[in-house]
């Protein structure tokens, strides 16, 4: 988790939010990485997790087994919907999404993909606190508050 929320403050620094992810093959090498790219593009389905997996879908390559998922933040349900489609084993996040927003909302009865999360919250929440203050006006204020309200008491 600290390499994702490393990658995340690497986001920022390009004027991303503090959303970045890395994934790992079974023998646990870095297959890919990604951050959130929505400002930078102006395409709102580039998310951390979509630009990592997207990186490791190679045209012609069979999609290896047992990859895991770190994420700063729970993932979507689009993002959730890649990491099945995938065949991603394992997802692990830093802070937990809204309940209207994270995978939690995914009903998945075959439990298809291990999750582990919150590791490493304090640190995750704390990129999205220090996001806010510096960046109060970026059109993704008003998610991270939200995002930081939500997760204020747990």
């Not at 729970?74 to 990491?83: H, K, T």
């Not at 995938?86 to 994270?102: D, I, W, Y």
Request: one cysteine or more; aromatic letters at 6%.
């Amino acid at each position: 988790m600290d390499h994702a929320c490393d990658l995340a403050e690497e986001a920022v620094f390009c004027g991303e939010a503090p959303i970045a992810c890395l994934l790992y093959d079974a023998d646990g090498h870095v297959v890919a990485r990604g951050w959130n790219q929505r400002r930078s593009t102006g395409d709102i389905t580039r998310h951390a997790e979509m630009v990592a997996l997207a990186a490791s879908a190679q045209p012609g390559y069979p999609t290896p087994g047992g990859l895991t998922l770190v994420s700063t933040l729970e993932p979507c349900v689009m993002c959730w919907g890649a990491c099945l489609e995938l065949k991603v084993s394992h997802v692990v996040f830093g802070l937990e999404a809204p309940p209207n927003g994270g995978s939690t909302r995914v009903h998945d009865p075959g439990r298809t993909l291990k999750v582990t999360g919150p590791v490493r919250r304090g640190r995750a929440r704390g990129l999205f606190v220090d996001w806010v203050k510096n960046h109060p006006d970026h059109a993704g204020a008003g998610f991270v508050r939200d995002l930081l309200h939500a997760t204020a008491d747990r």
